[in-house]
């Protein structure tokens, strides 16, 4: 069974900076893609970035050049660093594992973007 946890979330002022941490477990085989959604009060769960087994990245137009996405393959972590931080980045940050034509997702972490 996959599991997948999340850290790194909380309260930060516009213009900062925070790093959301996805460490997954159980039995999962090297070709995957991983991946942070998020999900803001009435609005859709969207696309942040993702990450290939190999690196291949893609971000969200809203979040590119900003959010930078990576992995470390060995430990089973996904990493996404948010700089420039905006209120309107406030939401709840998911991780998503997805090989095999499945999908496994964290229990979400709250990031919240306010003076």
């Known amino acids: 069974q996959v599991q997948l946890v999340e850290s790194g979330g909380g309260l930060v002022q516009p213009g900062g900076s925070l790093r959301l941490s996805c460490a997954a477990s159980g039995s999962i085989p090297g070709i995957n893609i991983r991946a942070w959604y998020r999900q803001a009060p009435g609005k859709q769960r969207e696309l942040v970035a993702s990450?290939?087994?190999?690196?291949?990245?893609d971000y969200g137009e809203s979040v590119r050049g900003r959010f930078t996405i990576s992995r470390d393959n060995a430990k089973n972590t996904v990493y996404l660093q948010m700089n420039s931080l905006k209120p309107e980045d406030t939401a709840v940050y998911y991780c998503n594992l997805h090989f095999i034509g499945l999908d496994y997702w964290g229990q979400g972490t709250q990031v919240t973007v306010s003076s």
């Open positions: 990450i290939a087994a190999g690196g291949r990245t």
